[in-house]
């Protein structure tokens, strides 16, 4: 089985930097994916980490530990339009499945 | 190039209704899978599929069915509809040597409330 735990709320300020933690119990590991939810919307995909280490794309950065069953996401320079809800998400190569986290609502202040 | 389309978008089902949420794509996927969102829940898996002809069960499977016929068809059908399945529900998919490295791309979702 996997599970994974996130912070359900996160609240940071406009042009601030905000990192959101995901930690993992999996039997196996594949890797760790990051999506972004905005209301009303669907899940787009973010990030992959399949090695330890920082990944970049633009203002977002995703970080893996596997020793430690734990990744992050890092949002920098914060926009209103970032607000929305993150999710980090496992694939258990045991039988394929996706699990994804409860979700961190990211809340932006002018 | 439409990506995933989910049908219909918004659905009213009376208890004990029966009804098929569709879910097609046109990227040649191999990997589709139906999830549930509800409040505070995340999203839910409920059954997926990793080609046609096969399919397995996710974390929530109770209550629905689905068959993957070919590649690009994935529908979902809900056997008597219970309030307690009352939900937005999403379908996706990706390529499945690519998983999870280029991710899922999601259908837009249903919106299903039952009364």
């Known amino acids: 089985g996997q599970s994974l735990e996130q912070p359900s709320e996160v609240t940071a300020v406009e042009g601030a930097i905000v990192q959101i933690n995901c930690t993992y119990q999996t039997s196996g590991f594949y890797g760790l994916s990051w999506y972004q939810q905005h209301d009303g919307g669907a899940p787009t995909f973010l990030s992959y980490?399949?090695?330890?280490g920082l990944e970049e794309t633009g203002r977002f950065s995703s970080f893996l530990s596997r020793s430690d069953s734990y990744g992050y996401l890092l949002l920098q320079e914060l926009q209103m339009k970032d607000s929305a809800s993150y999710f980090c998400a496992v694939r258990d190569p045991g039988d394929d499945k996706i699990i994804f986290g409860k979700g961190t609502r990211l809340h932006i202040l002018p | 190039n439409a990506g995933v389309t989910q049908t219909p978008k918004f659905q009213v089902l009376k208890t004990g209704q029966s009804m098929t949420l569709q879910c097609a794509q046109d990227?040649?996927?191999?990997?589709m899978s139906w999830y549930r969102q509800d409040p505070g829940m995340g999203l839910r898996l409920i059954h997926y599929s990793v080609g046609a002809g096969i399919t397995d069960q996710g974390e929530v499977p109770n209550g629905y069915n689905v068959s993957r016929s070919t590649t690009e068809d994935f529908p979902l059908r809900l056997l008597s509809a219970a309030p307690s399945q009352t939900s937005v529900y999403f379908c996706a998919s990706a390529g499945y040597s690519r998983i999870p490295t280029y991710g899922y791309t999601f259908g837009s979702g249903t919106r299903l409330t039952v009364v």
């Open positions: 990227m040649n996927h191999e990997y």
């Open positions: 980490n399949g090695l330890d």
